[in-house]
C-alpha cells in the first residue's frame, strides 16, 4: 500500500532553516506530481509547494513561501524534500507530503498523506 513517512521537523529560531523528507512507497513515486501541505493551529491546510512527476522540472510556491522553501525529489531514493530557509514564525505548522494522482502513467487514483512532522518556529 502507498506510504508516504515524513521526517525532518523540529524546532527552530526564526532566520533559522530545516530540510524536510518524505520517505514514498507502495507506489512508482517518479510517475506522480507531490506535493507539500502545511496547517497552522485554527488555519485551514494550505498547499506550500508541488513538484511535478518524472525529472520535477516544473514547480509551485506559494507566495508566503515562494524564495524562501526550495521544494525537490529524488527518483532514484523516492524521497520528496523541502528546504526551509529563512524561517519565521507564521511557517510555524504540520507539514504534510502528499502524494497526487496526477502526471503521465502514475497509476494513483486519490490523493495520499503523510502523518505529518511538526515545524516550530520561534522569534
Known amino acids: 500500500q502507498v506510504q508516504l513517512v515524513e521526517s525532518g521537523g523540529g524546532s527552530v529560531q526564526a532566520g533559522g532553516s530545516l530540510k524536510l523528507s518524505c520517505a514514498a512507497s507502495?507506489?512508482?513515486?517518479?510517475?506522480?506530481?507531490m506535493a507539500w501541505y502545511r496547517q497552522a493551529p485554527g488555519k485551514e491546510r494550505e498547499l506550500i509547494s508541488s513538484?511535478?512527476?518524472?525529472?520535477?522540472?516544473?514547480?509551485t510556491y506559494a507566495a508566503s513561501v515562494k524564495g524562501r522553501f526550495t521544494i525537490s525529489r529524488d527518483n532514484a531514493e523516492n524521497t520528496l524534500s523541502l528546504q526551509m530557509n529563512s524561517l519565521k514564525t507564521e511557517d510555524t505548522a504540520v507539514y504534510y507530503c502528499?502524494?497526487?494522482?496526477?502526471?503521465?502513467?502514475?497509476?494513483?487514483?486519490?490523493?495520499?498523506w503523510g502523518q505529518g512532522t511538526q515545524v516550530t518556529v520561534s522569534s
Open positions: 502528499t502524494a497526487l494522482p496526477a502526471g503521465s502513467q502514475c497509476e494513483l487514483k486519490r490523493d495520499y
Open positions: 507502495g507506489y512508482v513515486f517518479s510517475r506522480c506530481r
Open positions: 513538484i511535478s512527476n518524472l525529472s520535477g522540472s516544473i514547480t
